[in-house]
């Protein structure tokens, strides 16, 4: 299968500050998405990005498929940004999601 | 804004059991599908599903797994003989295409004793 690895695995902020998220895959896929787990455990989609750059508000993600590589982008970050953030890759009709980033946001 | 609905949110069952969690996908999508989550480990594929038949399937979903679209609406997945090592979190998602988005419902917590 693909491999989906994420950097850094955990990252500590102070609000305010910005930080970008990396997502690494071994081979051509299809489709990419972002999502946030908050503290809660749901799993929120953020974006749809098989190539490209998209903005949502604070957020951004830019993928680079001939790279094998997406980032996300946080932008003054607040407490409610923490959680772990996926990401999740298509190929061959299955689907692999990343080790995740943990992001912790003090206030 | 739609959503898809699982339930129940949380099911413990003692180890051999059978059970069955249900997902309600968004009305117009027509791909569903399944993923588990060990607690502290990230998301697993389990299985797609399209027209009424499984289109994909990990390692993970073998001959003690399967799914059923019941009627219209629900989207189900039978875990046979429950092992301690099948207690997670498990994840319905819909999507209205394979190259759109797909959603999630916010799980089910299986705990098995």
């Known amino acids: 299968g693909i491999q989906v690895e994420q950097s850094p695995p955990d990252l500590i902020l102070q609000e305010g500050a910005n930080s970008t998220l990396r997502c690494n895959f071994s081979d051509s896929v299809n489709n990419l998405q972002w999502f946030h787990q908050n503290p809660w455990g749901q799993l929120i989609n953020l974006f749809y990005i098989p190539s490209g750059t998209k903005q949502n508000g604070r957020l951004s993600a830019t993928t680079v498929a001939t790279e094998r590589y997406s980032l996300l982008y946080i932008s003054s970050s607040q407490t409610t940004d923490s959680g772990v953030y996926f990401c999740?890759?298509?190929?061959?009709?299955?689907?692999?999601f990343g080790t995740g980033t943990s992001l912790t946001v003090i206030p | 804004e739609p959503e898809v609905t699982q339930t129940p949110s949380h099911q413990v069952t003692q180890m051999g059991q059978e059970v069955i969690l249900r997902c309600v996908p968004i009305?117009?999508?027509?791909?569903f599908y399944w993923y588990r989550q060990i607690l502290g480990q990230k998301v697993e594929f389990l299985v797609s599903?399209?027209?009424?038949?499984?289109?994909?399937k990990s390692e993970i979903f073998d001959d003690q797994f399967s799914v059923e679209r019941p009627d219209g609406s629900n989207f189900t997945l039978k875990i046979r003989s429950t092992k301690l090592e099948d207690s997670a979190m498990y994840f319905c998602?819909?999507?209205?295409?394979?190259?759109?988005?797909?959603?999630f419902g916010d799980g089910t917590r299986l705990s098995i004793l």
């Open positions: 998602a819909s999507s209205e295409d394979r190259a759109q988005p797909q959603h």
């Open positions: 009305s117009n999508h027509l791909y």
């Open positions: 999740a890759v298509e190929r061959g009709n299955q689907f692999y």
């Open positions: 599903f399209y027209n009424n038949e499984i289109s994909e």
